[in-house]
Nanobody
Framework: QVPLVESGGGLVQAGGSLRLSCAAS????????MGWFRRAPGKEREFVAS????????YGADSMKGRFTISRDNAKNTVYLQMNSLRPEDTAVYYC????????????WGQGTQVTVSS
């Protein structure tokens, strides 16, 4: 199992910003995709964004586009999620996830970090 360690969650007012980080340990771990998901209270898990090793970027719902930016540092096996113009509906537990080196299936998950946006 490859630990994914997230950081950067917290409480912010609407309109504010947060930056989440997720680092994967393991010198020989080269995930194809690293991404972010979120689960709001009472809702299904939702795809937020992903970044491939070759810098291919995919975003989830239109509501996140233009406000959220994912980036990845392959040398550090770290993925970031910059969240701007946060809204109360962005309140959720955000999970980092990673695939194996040759798949698109997320097999590795972080413990989650709480993001709370107050109105």
């Amino acid at each position: 199992q490859v630990p994914l360690v997230e950081s950067g969650g917290g409480l912010v007012q609407a309109g504010g910003s947060l930056r989440l980080s997720c680092a994967a340990s393991g010198r020989t771990f080269y995930p194809n995709l690293m991404g972010w998901f979120r689960r709001a209270p009472g809702k299904e898990r939702e795809f937020v964004a992903s970044a491939s090793r070759s810098a291919g970027i995919t975003y989830g719902a239109d509501s996140m586009k233009g406000r959220f930016t994912i980036s990845r540092d392959n040398a550090k096996n770290t993925v970031y999620l910059q969240m701007n113009s946060l809204r109360p509906e962005d309140t959720a537990v955000y999970y980092c996830a990673a695939t194996g080196p040759t798949t698109n299936t997320y097999s590795y998950w972080g413990q989650g970090t709480q993001v709370t946006v107050s109105s």
